[in-house]
């Protein structure tokens, strides 16, 4: 009796077997959300309270640029100058690939 709970213990450790190309391939998808939620923050962190909110409208919340000049009140034109504004001031300091996100 102890012997065959032994086999079917180990018939299921071999099931459970590690596969490192599922493992390797969640692990860099996980380490890759978390690298974009840092910059991300970092970038946020970096600009003036005013060039967040139409930055976090524009691209966080998928806002069109005639809603974003509504709820702030100002200009459409405003705001694309605004925004072309913050994404070279966004470029200048955080030269990397990644800031390509935010390039529609």
């Known amino acids: 009796m102890i012997n065959i709970c032994r086999k079917k213990y180990k018939a299921k ?3 459970t077997e590690y596969i490192p190309e599922i493992h390797d391939c969640i692990d860099e998808k996980i380490i890759k959300c978390a690298e974009d939620s840092i910059l991300v923050e970092n970038i946020l962190n970096y600009l003036k309270q005013n060039e967040r909110e139409i930055l976090v409208l ?3 919340e998928d806002f069109t640029l005639e ?5 702030l009140g100002i200009s459409e034109g405003t705001v694309k100058s605004r925004l072309s504004r913050i994404i070279s001031k966004i470029k200048s300091r955080h030269k990397s690939e990644e800031v390509k996100a935010f390039e529609r």
């Open 13 to 15: 450790i071999r099931e």
């Open 58 to 60: 524009r691209y966080l």
């Open 67 to 71: 809603d974003i000049a509504k709820a």
